[in-house]
């Protein structure tokens, strides 16, 4: 049976709940984020199972870092999972269209599909699902809010100072 644990780390967004299967990172939760399961399904809380990932975190969100090393568990249908492993391969700082990642799956017509498992990914952040904008460019949906996702690419794009 997996052992399920939890944690809340501070962050520039507020808190993120951080989930883990078996010691695994698989889940990164913002509050008022749209698809977010409820508090009983995150197990028992462990401060100290998430060391790595606040770590890591607090480096990206100081500038530091611009790509995560962490083990994860991503639970999802094989199209969802393609695409969240697609989402990882966005370099930093960089942004493309519901439609180019629909085309890097070989699945051009598939941009309504691509932006529903992008909607669905259960890391936030780590999986950069923020990186993907419309196809004007413009700031269609984020699961953690419009204002977040700005903040986020801001931060990426060294717009944001660090002090």
């Known amino acids: 049976m997996t052992r399920r644990t939890h944690s809340v780390a501070d962050s520039p967004l507020g808190p ?26 995150f197990g028992e809380r462990d401060p100290l199972a998430f060391e790595q990932v606040t770590e ?14 962490i083990p994860l568990v991503l639970t ?10 697609a989402l990882q391969e966005i370099p930093f700082g960089s942004v493309l269209s519901y439609g180019q990642l629909a ?9 309504r599909a691509v932006g529903l498992a992008n909607g669905r990914n259960p890391v936030g952040i780590i999986v950069p699902c923020h990186r993907v ?3 004007d460019g413009s700031l269609t949906g984020y699961g953690g809010g419009v204002g977040r996702k700005q903040y986020l690419l801001n931060l990426e794009r060294g717009l944001l100072s660090h002090t």
């Open 133 to 135: 904008v419309g196809s």
């Open 16 to 41: 993120l709940t951080l989930v883990a299967d078996d010691g695994v990172l698989s889940g990164l939760y913002m509050t008022e984020q749209r698809h977010r399961p409820g508090e009983s399904s």
């Open 103 to 111: 085309d890097r799956l070989g699945q051009p017509g598939a941009s």
């Open 56 to 69: 890591q975190l607090k480096a990206y969100f100081e500038g530091e870092l611009t790509r995560f090393d």
């Open 76 to 85: 999802g249908t094989p199209f969802r999972q393609r695409v969240w492993a």
